[in-house]
């Protein structure tokens, strides 16, 4: 089924990992709609969330292919509903004195926050599941969008179970 | 103990059982090359022409041994003469590790002198690299590259050491090598459950072996369980010596250029088992109309190749000795008989295609070569016709004894190739196919053949043509010849002479024979130019793209 697949992936935090990755995403042809990586609890180890939109064969070759990687511990899908999952949007919108009322009440009606404010623009921040950021930017486009920034989806499996924790991908001893 | 760098390189390679590598040295890797000095009665560097023949050569040693074949070259320029050389060894899953030298740490990421990022370039064409900027991660790092190069899915790793890493000095202990254990977690009963009853409900199965079973040196074991369950083989060009050509059960190869036998087992067989192969676009074809009427199995040690490129309705992923020989315990021996006389009645009608064409065909020379060579001789081959044609018609009969560059089709890897299979098998004959377009490309290393005094015999199909390419101009460019006539006036004898070594020449279909005679015996580089048609076609050809049921038998419109 076409649709969107969220993949968690723990990584080993050496050099050149996040373009071997990323290199062997694109080498594939697998189209990705976001990618974030940063370090974890632990700081040799970092955690990239993937997001794709694309068929269940190519999601479960792309697994694959990350599983096999040296660097890769492990790869988790985050399924929705069992999982939580989170974006951060900072919008730039064009707020003159006419209309600067109707955009802070769109902001307040999405709780998001004004983080800076100009003459002409302000700076609207928002957290929030990728339908919502969605939403918000839709809704304050009639303003004016100066600029988006999106830092691309994260996100954490429910519950108290850690995947990467009882993993079996054997760490290598010499 | 506290050692240099550079020493600690050589200490791990003798460590890991290395007693020859190739290369060429220059500045950044200067310190290592002091080190060989200083070892050099426990380890041998052999110095080819240009760098991309020390990366084949490394290659050819370790296709024909399963040993991890060891490449040194300097940063820069000779790191990038690596590339075609690495990357041909990871299309085919070839253990190799490369080592570079590379820039001191102060100088990296200043567009130093000779300084390239060979690690970002290298990324995609091997199965790991190692940047090392500190002498201490040195011996660790080399460990690693080589346990990675032969576990699993064999390939190869670089890795790249700055010049200070080499340079200073740090404590060293000596390590044994961690052992490569066969790869046996995924293997699980239940598969191993679905793969037995999709045998057992066959009635006509057919097997599709592939490199990786030389790889796992599992060829007796494919030999074994082929009986057991009664089916016909075919093999993949990177499969040929895994199982028997002479076996009446044998289909020859399968895909673009595979049997017309091999076509319709495809087609015919109600389970299609695949065994350490990748089934590339040149097996497959036509993706919807693979195999169609049959169920797949799929074995191979390499999860990711499972439903890549074809869905399978049953699969074993681990090490194929383990996987095969369990299979052949467990499966319920059934009589299949009719299946295989059904084969072998395909075989009579069915002989492999033998275009008449010029005074000398390929076939014919082929098999002139191979009634004069024992068994276990080293076949190399470039890429182009004379590779495939080699390939189809030389009877391999043994594992690793077929060196041919499979999934990147390296023009120039041959006699590279011949010289690393000949130093790692002094007592065994070597010889190369090639083409005149292939031999061109490298012919340099001859001199390295008579500098290592090794015996290796190369043969030129020589049809003044990139033939390869002009068969597929011929087929679907409107015979448009663009590029493809070579007609050069290389004087092969004097070529080979020139480097020390012999040349003979063969236009007349009775000189086959006695020519060879000679050739064979002749020590050192020998190069035998041998004259044929420019028009003789590799056939069958399954054009690019299309469903087996379109195979040609002829081209020429
Ligand atoms: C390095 C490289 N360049 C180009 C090609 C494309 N190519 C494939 S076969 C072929 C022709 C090879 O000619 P030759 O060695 O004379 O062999 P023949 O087909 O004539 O037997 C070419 C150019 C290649 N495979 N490798
Ligand atoms: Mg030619």
């Known amino acids: 089924m076409y649709r969107r697949y969220v993949l968690s992936v723990l990584v080993e935090n050496r050099s050149g990992v996040l373009s071997r990755i990323s290199g062997l995403i694109t080498r594939r042809g697998f189209n990705i709609d976001s990618l974030t990586v940063a370090e974890t609890e632990n700081p040799a180890i970092s955690r990239m969330t993937i997001v794709l939109h694309c068929d269940e064969s190519v999601v479960e070759q792309m697994k694959k292919q990350l599983e096999k990687q040296v660097d890769v511990k492990?790869?988790?899908?985050?399924?929705?509903?069992?999982?939580?999952?989170?974006?951060?949007?900072?919008?730039?919108?064009?707020?003159?004195p006419e209309n600067r009322m109707s955009v802070l009440s769109v902001a307040e009606i999405f709780r998001a926050n004004i983080v800076d404010v100009?003459?002409?623009?302000?700076?609207?921040?928002?957290?929030?599941?990728?339908?919502?950021?969605?939403?918000?930017?839709?809704?304050?486009?009639?303003?004016?969008i100066l600029q988006v920034v999106r830092s691309g989806i994260t996100g954490l499996e429910r519950g108290a179970k850690v995947p990467g924790k009882d993993r079996k991908k054997e760490e290598a001893s010499f | 103990m506290k050692k240099t760098g550079a020493q600690i390189v050589v200490e791990c390679l003798l460590e890991q059982g290395v007693d020859t590598v190739f290369g060429y040295p220059g500045g950044q890797i200067i310190d290592v090359y002091d080190a060989l000095y200083e070892y050099s009665d426990r380890i041998t560097h052999i110095l080819t022409a240009h760098e991309q023949g020390a990366a084949h050569a490394a290659d050819g040693y370790a296709r024909s041994t399963g040993k991890v074949g060891v490449v040194i070259a300097t940063s820069g320029p000779g790191a990038t003469n690596l590339?075609?050389?690495?990357?041909?060894?990871?299309?085919?899953?070839?253990?190799?590790?490369?080592?570079?030298?590379?820039?001191?740490?102060?100088?990296?990421?200043?567009?130093?002198?000779q300084e390239v990022d060979i690690f970002g370039i290298t990324a995609p064409i091997t199965k790991y690299n190692f940047i090392v900027k500190d002498q201490s991660e040195l011996a660790e790092t080399l460990r690693r590259a080589f346990y990675i190069a032969r576990s699993g899915r064999p390939g190869p790793v670089l890795v790249d050491i700055l010049k200070n890493a080499q340079m200073g000095t740090c404590e060293f202990e000596n390590a044994p090598p961690r052992p490569i254990l066969p790869e046996v977690d995924h293997i699980t009963e239940k598969d191993l459950q679905r793969a037995k009853e999709l045998i057992e409900a066959s009635r006509h199965p057919f097997i599709f072996a592939g490199g990786g079973v030389i790889s796992a040196n599992a060829s007796e074991e494919l030999k074994a369980f082929a009986a057991k369950i009664g089916a016909p083989v075919s093999l993949s060009m990177m499969g040929l010596g895994a199982y028997p050509a002479e076996d009446p059960h044998f289909t020859g190869m399968l895909g673009m250029h595979g049997t017309k036998v091999s076509s319709m087992a495809v087609a015919q067989c109600d389970l299609f088992i695949v065994a350490g192969a990748r089934l590339s676009d040149r097996v497959i074809g036509?993706?919807?109309?693979?195999?169609?009427?049959?169920?797949?199995?799929?074995?191979?040690?390499?999860?990711?190749?499972?439903?890549?490129?074809?869905?399978?309705?049953?699969?074993?992923?681990?090490?194929?000795?383990?996987?095969?020989?369990?299979?052949?315990?467990?499966?319920?021996?059934?009589?299949?008989?009719?299946?295989?006389?059904?084969?072998?009645?395909?075989?009579?009608?069915?002989?492999?295609?033998?275009?008449?064409?010029?005074?000398?065909?390929?076939?014919?020379?082929?098999?002139?070569?191979?009634?004069?060579?024992?068994?276990?001789?080293?076949?190399?081959?470039?890429?182009?016709?004379?590779?495939?044609?080699?390939?189809?018609?030389?009877?391999?009969?043994?594992?690793?004894?077929?060196?041919?560059?499979?999934?990147?089709?390296?023009?120039?890897?041959?006699?590279?190739?011949?010289?690393?299979?000949?130093?790692?098998?002094?007592?065994r004959k070597v010889v190369l196919f090639t083409g005149d377009g292939s031999f061109h490309m490298n012919c340099n290393e001859l001199i390295t053949v008579t500098m290592q005094k090794l015996d290796i015999t190369v043969i030129v199909l020589n049809n003044n043509v990139l033939g390869m390419v002009r068969q597929w101009q011929k087929l679907m460019f409107d015979k448009h010849y663009s590029q493809t006539t070579l007609n050069r006036k290389t004087d092969y004898v004097k070529l080979a002479e020139a480097y020390g070594g012999t040349g003979f020449v063969i236009t007349k279909k009775e000189d086959v024979g006695p020519t060879l005679d000679k050739a064979l015996k002749t020590k050192g580089a020998v190069v035998v130019n041998v004259a044929i048609d420019k028009d003789v076609n590799v056939l069958p050809m399954v054009p690019p793209g299309k469903a087996y049921n379109q195979q040609l038998m002829s081209i020429d419109i």
């Open chain 1, 74 to 96: 492990e790869v988790a899908e985050l399924v929705e509903h069992e999982s939580v999952t989170r974006e951060h949007v900072m919008v730039k919108v064009a707020a003159t």
């Open chain 1, 118 to 144: 100009a003459a002409e623009a302000m700076i609207i921040e928002l957290t929030g599941e990728s339908n919502k950021t969605e939403a918000f930017i839709e809704t304050v486009r009639p303003f004016g």
């Open chain 2, 83 to 113: 590339v075609t050389g690495l990357a041909t060894a990871a299309m085919d899953s070839i253990p190799m590790v490369a080592i570079t030298g590379n820039v001191s740490a102060a100088l990296l990421g200043k567009d130093s002198f």
């Open chain 2, 286 to 427: 036509k993706s919807s109309e693979f195999a169609s009427h049959a169920r797949i199995l799929h074995i191979d040690i390499d999860p990711a190749e499972i439903n890549k490129n074809i869905r399978t309705d049953g699969s074993v992923v681990g090490d194929l000795k383990v996987t095969l020989s369990r299979l052949t315990q467990i499966v319920e021996e059934a009589d299949r008989s009719q299946w295989l006389s059904q084969i072998e009645k395909w075989k009579r009608d069915y002989p492999p295609v033998r275009e008449r064409k010029g005074e000398i065909t390929p076939y014919y020379l082929i098999s002139e070569v191979a009634a004069r060579l024992p068994e276990d001789a080293i076949i190399c081959t470039d890429v182009g016709q004379h590779q495939i044609w080699t390939a189809q018609h030389y009877p391999f009969s043994l594992p690793r004894t077929f060196i041919s560059s499979g999934g990147l089709g390296t023009m120039g890897f041959g006699l590279g190739a011949a010289i690393g299979s000949k130093v790692a098998n002094p007592k």
